[in-house]
């Protein structure tokens, strides 16, 4: 499909979000802002133990404190449950998916485990009772380990099997062993993605309003997906689909961390109907980080086989994935979003993908920003850095060799990359950086023994998001659809509703999506009012994660566009009396060629709406609806650069310099996207260097609050130096592509590429993430 | 219960509150200011910063009885007359918000750090701020809301 060229006011210019005013001032929709009169709290009773079983919970003291109303164990909720929590993602047939009850009725499996819960008039009485909750535990051996989890005797997350193993996935394509066997050059690599906790600022909450004597309920929740825990809760609770309305209101961000469907809101839905109240339950931080996914925890192999000149032939990696205790929304499919880009932006002929998926006695992993894709860019660009080193070339020239540089291009693991043009950003940032001023630099510390070590790491990642073609979703078996939705409502005042099914938490859509439907139909800004995460408001929606609120839903709004103004064109040919033909249509006004009439989409709107003077057999209004299923993903792509100092004395490693150059096709808002790649690199950045969840020996999270799990400030991060290509997307109108995870893709490798150059002179080779100073300082003792 | 008298945001408040109950509690809970959120339970995030007779405190390490008598200002105390405090107004233009769960926090930081230092380096803005915490822009932004409002 070619980029339709339109004259534009609005896209292309970093307009102020209109999202701001709200937020700037405190009047502010999140879910712990609401109350309900007669509403009570709950408070959750959380394993202490990674793995035990439960003989009793006693809640008498509980049940008798202070404005309690009732209080439940696992078992007291069990006649509750229409289904278990849900997994949207079983991604074999054979794949173990034991039930994951929203309460643990026998044995807790992972440090958090809710194993009862306390009602009360407040949220402090709740937490008071729940503090007298006796739980009779027997505790039991556990492994956190993902490398431990599959020994023989390890102890099992779920006794009905007979190993931890959740599933095994594998796909290939060439043939692999031969070119290896073939191959001149080899490079075979261990990493290790550490366990990560998401850490949205706003915690969780759900807050659920019920009227009994219809079954009719209202959930409030800080969710990134109103519309999947809707469909998904209806099957946990029981409650009809047509009666349950879900209402993400202001989210304070989610990162993937709100694109689950959770205990708390089961939970709190079937008490509200037990017990014909309102609930509301918030998170605490602490509790968030047992009771909120993490992210990663994999264990990547990955072997590449290459030509004496470096011409990566074929590439072989395997996986061991933590999935956690249970499998949450789409915990197995997370590190295969990956599997299709262990290739990087290369051609490689030869393909070898496998992962065994784990349980472990952890809190359930699943999306954290990028998804599977941080994991493959990190795992390529490292083996690209080592082959590198094996062949003693310079990683920008092998990188050059190899890169793929015709497009639609179709990847050995079967998937078809749109548009890119991968020479172009690294051109770019190679400049931005003033490579050759930093190598030369890099050589003279090193000639002189400098206690401060310079490195310089490269990131020429790419990667698919926009999720997703229902076909291709069908393909790896998740279970629902790709699509995505829009409304155009032209109201006969002149104003526009407009109503996308994604579902915004931080992005900017209210002010991006108004941009594209300013320049459709020749509206100011502000006459446009972007609704979205109501399920009773947008019936139609499929929720914002992958990247695809703008590849699919924008697309879908833009399409939608086109049916209004058809419409509105065969009114205004009709009120004009010329033949639809004789219109000329420019930024929402149609005028009849070679004269001075013409009638707007506005006017066309009102006569839409009297319905006095419309063409026969015309339905009256001005509203149309776009289902958009995009028939491929989107593939940004670009070159990450990042200029590590380490203080070899201390191991101490400061970012001096981060420079990316994205192409994430045609732009709406700069601004917008620039935000998305800083925050986006921040957290990569944040990978790399700082953050870590660790459990200890019995299962313990030892980097259990804020306090010990190091969220960067302002203080620890550097500018980031942006600029951009652009090779628009050819599958959609406007030739867009999906921005928000790039940064959180690319920069773990740009940045881990810049330490182990910095220390290469020890003959290091590779530092787990996070390069902390410790790690760091060990690495160099060691080596000396 | 104990009673306690204080200012905030202008207006005069006198309510009984329990001895151990946060400040950022009786903002939010007892008087309705929700616009101070709460993102941690361990004083790290600065979400609830708001200022104490002038000064930037995390709501959550105080107790509501340690408000007696003093002056507080929350976010929802800025904007004067209708218009938005330049601080605000900063924010707004430098995209120095996404979510916007941390910026009531981040706001009030801001106010407190340019009544203190008119015109900080970058270096100071990003340690002055490294009590608060933002996951969605990276800081980049925020930097420079401080910086524009400084140069307002």
């Known amino acids: 499909m070619a980029v339709t060229k339109e004259r534009t006011t609005y896209i292309g210019t970093s307009v102020a979000r209109k999202e701001d005013a709200n937020l700037l001032t405190g009047q502010t929709r999140w879910v712990d802002n609401l109350t309900l009169p007669g509403m009570l709290w709950v408070s959750v009773v959380r394993s ?65 485990d809710g194993v009862a819960v306390v009602i009360a008039e407040s949220r402090v009485l709740a937490k008071d009772a729940a503090e007298l909750v006796e739980v009779d535990y027997e505790p039991l051996p556990s492994v956190t380990d993902v490398t431990k989890a599959l020994d023989d005797g390890a102890p099992l997350v779920h006794d009905e099997l007979d190993s931890n193993r959740c599933y095994t996935w594998a796909l290939a394509a060439g043939e692999v062993d031969r070119l290896f066997a073939e191959a001149a050059v080899t490079v075979k690599e261990r990493y290790r993605q550490q366990r990560l906790i998401p850490n949205a600022i706003e915690p969780r909450g759900v807050l659920v309003d019920l009227t009994p004597a219809q079954g009719e309920f209202t959930m409030w929740s800080a969710t990134q997906v109103p519309h999947i825990a809707r469909v998904t809760l209806s099957g946990t609770t029981g409650i009809p689909e047509s009666k349950l309305r879900v209402v993400a209101p202001d989210v304070g961000g989610g990162f993937g961390s709100k694109l ?65 205790a ?45 998804a599977g894709r941080p994991e493959a860019t990190y795992a390529i660009e490292r083996a690209v850095d080592a082959l590198a080193r094996k062949l003693g070339q310079d990683p920008v020239d092998l990188r050059r060799l190899n890169f793929i540089k015709e497009f639609p291009a179709e990847l050995a693991s079967g998937l078809t990359v749109d548009s890119g043009d991968y020479d172009a950003s690294l051109d770019r940032a190679l400049e931005m950086v003033e490579y050759d001023a930093v190598r030369r630099e890099q050589a003279e510390r090193r000639e002189r023994g400098d206690s401060t ?145 013409s009638m707007t989409v506005k006017e066309a709107a009102l006569a839409a709406w009297t319905a006095h003077n419309l063409p026969d057999g015309m339905e009256p209004g001005l509203e149309e609806t776009y289902v958009y299923d995009p028939p491929n993903f989107s593939w940004p792509g670009g070159c990450h650069v990042a200029v590590v100092e380490i203080d070899t004395e201390t191991g101490s490693v400061d970012l001096r310099r981060y420079v990316a150059v994205d192409d994430v096709g045609t732009v709406i808002n700069p601004m917008i996207v620039d935000g998305q790649i800083h925050g986006g690199i921040a957290q990569g950045v944040a990978q790399a260097l700082f953050e870590e969840a660790v459990y200890d020996e019995d299962g313990n999270l030892v980097t259990g609050s804020m306090v010990n799990y190091m969220v960067p400030s302002a203080a620890e991060l550097p500018n980031f130096e942006l600029d951009r290509t652009e090779s628009p997307s050819p599958t959609n109108p406007m030739g867009v592509k999906g921005v928000g995870e790039t940064g959180t893709i690319a920069s773990p490798a740009a940045v881990m590429n810049a330490v182990v150059d910095a220390l290469s002179p020890f003959g290091i080779t590779d530092i787990d993430m996070p390069a902390t100073p410790e790690r760091v300082w060990r690495a160099i003792e060691e080596a000396r | ?78 904007a004067q007359n209708g218009s938005l405090h330049p601080v605000q107004e900063a924010f707004h233009a430098a995209h120095g918000l996404q979510c916007g769960y941390c910026t009531p926090g981040m706001v009030m930081a801001t106010v407190s750090l340019l009544s203190e230092n008119p015109r900080p380096s970058e270096a100071e803005i990003r340690l002055a701020l490294e009590g608060n915490l933002c996951r969605c822009t990276g800081y980049q932004n925020i930097v420079k809301a401080v910086q524009t409002a400084a140069a307002s």
């Open chain 1, 326 to 370: 249970y499998l949450q929304l789409v915990t197995p499919g997370i590190p295969l979003l990956g599997a299709w880009l262990y290739g990087g932006c290369y051609g490689v002929e030869g393909y070898d993908f496998e992962c065994v998926g784990v349980f472990t006695h952890t809190t359930p992993t699943d999306a954290y920003r990028g």
């Open chain 1, 260 to 324: 689950n469907v959770y205990a708390e809101e089961a939970l709190c839905l079937v008490l509200a109907r037990r017990l014909g109240r309102p609930i509301k339950w918030i998170e605490e931080r602490s509790e968030g980080y047992l009771a909120t996914i993490h992210g990663r925890d994999v264990i990547q192999e990955i072997e590449l086989a290459a030509t004496a000149e470096g011409k990566i032939t074929a590439v072989r990696t395997r996986l061991t994935a933590a999935m956690g």
């Open chain 2, 1 to 78: 219960m104990r009673r306690i008298a204080f200012t905030v945001n202008g207006t005069r408040h006198e309510l009984e509150v329990e001895p151990r109950e946060l400040l950022v509690y009786v903002l939010r809970e007892r008087l309705g200011l929700t616009g101070t959120t709460v993102g941690c339970d361990t004083s790290s995030c600065g979400a609830c910063t708001v200022l104490l007779d002038g000064e930037s405190v995390k709501s959550c390490t105080l107790l509501g009885v340690q408000a007696e008598d003093r002056d507080l200002t929350t976010v929802e105390g800025l």
């Open chain 1, 453 to 597: 070590q310079l490195g310089i790491g490269l990131s020429t990642y790419m990667e698919m998001c926009g999720l997703a073609p229902s076909r291709i979703l069908a393909a790896i078996r998740y279970g629902a659809g790709g699509w995505d939705a829009a409304t155009i409502r032209c109201l006969p005042t002149g104003t526009v509703q407009v109503l996308i099914g994604t579902s915004p938490h931080g992005q900017g859509h209210v002010t991006t999506f108004s941009q594209i439907i300013a320049d459709r139909l020749g509206m100011a800004i502000d006459e446009i009012e972007v609704l979205h995460g109501d399920t009773s408001v947008i019936p139609l929606g499929m929720d914002t994660y992958g990247s695809r609120s703008l590849a699919v839903g924008g697309v879908a709004l833009y399409n939608a566009a086109d049916k209004v103004i058809a419409k509105a064109k065969q009114i205004v040919a009709h009120g004009l009396e010329v033949a639809d033909y004789d219109l000329e249509y420019d930024a929402g006004r149609f005028t009849v060629r070679g004269t001075d009439r």
């Open chain 1, 48 to 112: 202490p133990h990674a793995h035990a079983r439960i003989k009793g919970v006693n809640m008498s003291k509980a049940a008798e404190a202070e404005g309690v109303v009732a209080a439940f164990s696992g078992t007291d909720l069990a006649e509750e449950w229409a289904g278990a929590l849900p997994c949207a993602w079983p991604v074999t047939e054979e794949m173990a998916n034991p039930p994951h009850w929203p309460l643990a009725k026998d044995k807790a499996r992972y440090v958090g």
